[in-house]
């Protein structure tokens, strides 16, 4: 009797313990020769409220001030989102947070494509999991 109960404790730990992994945020990255770039997706378990997302771009370009204003696109599998007429801060930081309603989950798999455009110039970098 004693085996049984310990086995099913067990089994709810090994359980709860698979669920807290895939709660996780996932963290993409990549860089190109101005910008690097991080996306973190949390998982929501309500996908009417969308998925947090946070988009943290640097840039390490050698002129901070030929950027100006900038935007940025970023292409995924389950949806799109962007921001337009934006700025760097005075460490050539810019970070933005949002919910995006996406038709699907966000995956590890996922590799998600960044469009920056700025002072005539465009870059696109592939983002991966780490």
């Not at 190109?32 to 309500?46: A, F, L, M, R």
């Not at 962007?82 to 996406?102: P, W």
């Given at each position: ?5 310990f ?20 963290v993409?990255?990549g ?5 690097t ?9 309500d ?19 030929s950027v100006g ?62």
């Amino acid at each position: 009797m004693m085996k049984r109960i310990f086995f099913i404790v067990f089994t709810l730990f090994l359980m709860c313990g698979c669920q807290a992994k895939d709660k996780e945020p996932l963290v993409f990255t990549g860089k190109s020769d101005n910008w690097t770039v991080k996306e973190i997706v949390k998982p929501s378990s309500d996908k009417d409220k969308g998925e947090p997302k946070t988009i943290k771009l640097t840039y390490t370009g050698k002129d901070m001030k030929s950027v100006g204003e900038f935007s940025f696109k970023l292409e995924a599998p389950n949806g799109q989102w962007g921001v337009s007429i934006i700025e760097l801060d005075k460490k050539g930081k810019f970070e933005k947070k949002t919910n995006a309603i996406v038709n699907r989950e966000t995956l590890k798999s996922d590799k998600p494509i960044i469009i920056l455009k700025w002072n005539d110039k465009k870059e696109e970098i592939t983002l991966k999991n780490k």
